[in-house]
Nanobody, 124 residues
Framework: QVQLVESGGGLVQPGGSLRLSCTLS????????MAWFRRAPGQERVIVAG????????YYSDSVKGRFTVSRDNARNTIDLQMNNLGPGDTAVYYC?????????????????WGQGTQVTVSS
C-alpha cells in the first residue's frame, strides 16, 4: 500500500502564494505518475497538475497554467505544488494522487492512491 499525506494548505489573500507538499510512504516501487487534484465547493474533483516519475514531463490545467508549478523529489518521496497569484476561484480542497503507470491521466478514476486533502481558501 501507499500512503499520501498533504500539508501546506491554509488561508491566503487574493494575489498571494502557497506551497503544498505531499509525502509518500509505503510500497512505492510501482508508483510513477503523480498529480494534484482539487475539489471546489459543490463541484467535481478535477486535475490541476501532474508530473512524471523523472520530473521531466508535467501537465497543467488551463485554469492554473502559468501560476502553478509542480515538482517532485524522489529522494525525499515528496511532490510539491507551488501556487502563485491565487484567486478566489482557487479555493478548494487539494488532493495528492498517485497511479501505477508512467502515462499521464487526467481522470480521477485513473489514480490508485489518494491523500486526505488539504484546504486552500483564498479570501480577503
Amino acid at each position: 500500500q501507499v500512503q499520501l499525506v498533504e500539508s501546506g494548505g491554509g488561508l491566503v489573500q487574493p494575489g498571494g502564494s502557497l506551497r503544498l507538499s505531499c509525502t509518500l510512504s509505503g510500497i512505492m516501487w510501482d508508483i510513477h505518475y503523480m498529480a494534484w487534484f482539487r475539489r471546489a465547493p459543490g463541484q467535481e474533483r478535477v486535475i490541476v497538475a501532474g508530473i512524471s516519475r523523472d520530473g521531466f514531463s508535467t501537465y497543467y490545467s488551463d485554469s492554473v497554467k502559468g501560476r502553478f508549478t509542480v515538482s517532485r523529489d524522489n529522494a525525499r518521496n515528496t511532490i510539491d505544488l507551488q501556487m502563485n497569484n491565487l484567486g478566489p476561484g482557487d479555493t478548494a480542497v487539494y488532493y495528492c494522487a498517485a497511479r501505477r503507470s508512467t502515462i499521464l491521466a487526467t481522470a480521477e478514476n485513473e489514480y490508485h492512491f489518494w491523500g486526505q486533502g488539504t484546504q486552500v481558501t483564498v479570501s480577503s
